[in-house]
């Protein structure tokens, strides 16, 4: 993950940090504004954006999960930046909307002649609708922020499920080649043992049956690896086939916030910013205008409100209240839907890391039993079938212990994943 990638995302993740005096209102510059068009209650700094930037990944580097993560960062198409980009542009033209608007002035006489000429507005007393503007454009700011790193995490899960789904393929294959080449000898040893007369035909049948099996196994493990290394290739800078092992990952910060949630809390400001955008157009605005012609110039101070009152009025502003209640909300469901997300991965990586002690038992005891089989086999006490069998039981926990292992450590990314702390926050 290079130092290139880190800096266009900081750049990215700082929408609203270039203009942080702008972004204060004009209220030192302008204070007469202070009723609503100004204000001084604007923040130009995000909580949210630093948070993003100050996460560090639990995969490390130098490891076989940072080179995947590396490889497939460089290629994405970061389609979840261009609306993170344009939601800066928008908040950095809110961030002006304190100042006055200039425009042209197009009005018929009463004689018929058209009178050409510039109209300066500008807001005095807003009932906090500038205010809200400007928070609604920075909310969407950190709203596309937490989504860019929710899509850069999500695809860096997916790239590293592929690479550990290949090697668990390819750990079964190197499984099944331990016990074939004496699947193949015990196969041979029965057919010939049944055309010498000595053995039942229906015995060879069986190890011809279960010799088949592993390589069919051994062949389907082999296509899913191939299968899961060409996919992930696809959607990498550059070929993976070489990277090989699992790596280790480390803990990830307790203070770290599920993205899903800090999500829902950007959208909740963001709700609550159009609420108070929506209700302010029912209370009066006060601006100066002024109008400047080749006869003269004007100027006058105007009172009125966007939305016209009606007999639905206190409906209207009951639903925009009842937004903001149902914003906050979202956020505990968001809270609430996390946590059962994580205590649920936690349980399974718990059971998963408990099956794959019990395996290592199971294998231990298969081992021994195939070394005392085969003495008792040479001793001529015991017969092919029973090693057979033997070998057999030894393919089948070796392949579940695999399993076990692999599936545990993409449960440890999926925790991660959900915790938005796969990929630095200066590497999106």
């Known amino acids: 993950m290079g130092s290139g990638i880190g800096e266009t995302t900081r750049n990215a993740f700082s929408a609203i940090s270039p203009d942080k005096q702008a972004t204060t209102d004009g209220a030192t510059a302008q204070p007469a504004l202070a009723g609503g068009a100004g204000g001084t209650g604007d923040n ?8 993003l930037l100050d996460r560090q990944s ?62 300066i507005d500008q807001v005095l007393f807003s009932n906090g ?40 393929s390819r750990a079964k294959v190197r499984a099944s080649d331990d016990v074939l080449e004496k699947m193949e ?32 196994n051994q062949t389907a493990d082999a296509n899913a690896a191939a299968t899961a290394v060409a996919e992930l290739n696809a959607m ?8 090989r092992g699992l790596a280790s990952t480390r803990k990830p910060s307790a203070t770290a916030k599920p993205l899903a949630v800090l999500k829902a809390e950007a959208e909740r400001e963001r709700a609550v910013a159009q609420a108070t955008i929506d209700r302010s157009g029912f209370l009066p605005t006060v601006s100066a205008q002024g109008s400047v012609t080749g006869d003269g110039s004007s100027a006058g101070i105007n009172v009125g409100t966007e939305n016209p009152l ?33 205590r649920r991965l936690e349980q399974q990586l718990i059971a998963l890391q408990q099956k794959q002690a019990a395996s290592a038992s199971l294998v231990a005891q298969a081992d021994a039993n195939l070394d005392l089989f085969n003495r008792q086999y040479k001793a001529g006490v015991r017969p092919v079938m029973d090693v057979v069998s033997v070998y057999e039981t030894k393919v089948r926990v070796e392949r579940e212990q695999i399993s076990y292992i692999y599936q545990a450590a993409i449960v440890k990314l999926k925790i991660a994943d959900t915790l938005g702390v796969l990929v630095d926050g200066a590497d999106i």
């Open 44 to 51: 130009a700094t995000s909580v949210v954006i630093d948070g």
């Open 236 to 243: 990498s800078l550059k070929p993976l086939g070489d990277v």
């Open 185 to 216: 000898q015990f196969a041979y040893i029965m057919q010939r043992r049944v055309e010498g007369g000595i053995s039942d035909r229906a015995d060879l049948q069986v190890t011809q049956a279960k010799l088949t099996e592993i390589r069919t």
């Open 310 to 342: 009606g007999f639905g009025t206190g409906a209207s502003l009951k639903a925009i209240e009842a937004a903001r209640e149902a914003a906050s909300r979202q956020v505990d469901q968001a809270d609430e839907d996390s946590a059962r997300v994580l």
């Open 58 to 119: 639990v995969l490390g580097s130098g490891n076989a999960y940072s080179k995947v993560a590396g490889a497939v960062l460089a290629a994405n198409s970061r389609a979840a930046e261009a609306e993170l980009r344009s939601a800066k542009l928008r908040a950095q033209a809110a961030s002006k909307n304190w100042l006055p608007t200039i425009g042209p002035n197009l009005s018929l006489t009463s004689l018929g002649d058209v009178v050409a000429g510039i109209l």
């Open 129 to 168: 609708r500038k205010k809200a503007e400007r928070a609604f454009a920075k909310a969407d700011v950190e709203v596309a922020a937490v989504a860019l790193a929710q899509d850069t995490n999500t695809r860096v899960l997916t790239a590293l499920e592929l690479y550990i789904s290949a090697e668990e």
